[in-house]
């Protein structure tokens, strides 16, 4: 998958959530996000992200390993993207920082 971000100026974001809602119900969620690099920043330096995201609503949690590849389009910024649920965040950071 390639992931593609528009970006969009709202003059009225008020107007726009009333909208969204009358779309489809609200569902509040908390993200957060830990991103792995290399000791020297090689992953950020060449344009590539991992990250682990965890997702908690009212009625569950969630995380998710994310990886994202260079841009293939510079102007709109777009990204092959490859993600996967996680049952154990823990061992996502066991992984990355012990060395075999």
Excluded: Q
Excluded at 29 to 46: C, F, K, M, N, S
């Amino acid at each position: 998958m390639i992931e593609a971000e528009l970006k969009a100026r709202l003059r009225d974001p008020s107007a726009v959530r009333d909208r969204l809602g009358a779309r489809a119900p609200v569902e509040r969620a908390i993200h957060r996000d830990t991103y792995y690099d290399e000791p020297h920043g090689r992953l950020e330096r060449e344009g590539r992200e991992l990250r682990l995201r965890t997702v908690e609503t009212p009625d569950h949690v969630l995380h998710l390993l994310t990886y994202k590849e260079a841009s293939v389009d510079e102007a709109s910024g777009s990204k092959p993207e490859y993600e996967t649920c996680v049952a154990m965040p823990s061992v996502v950071e066991s992984l990355w920082f012990n060395e075999c």
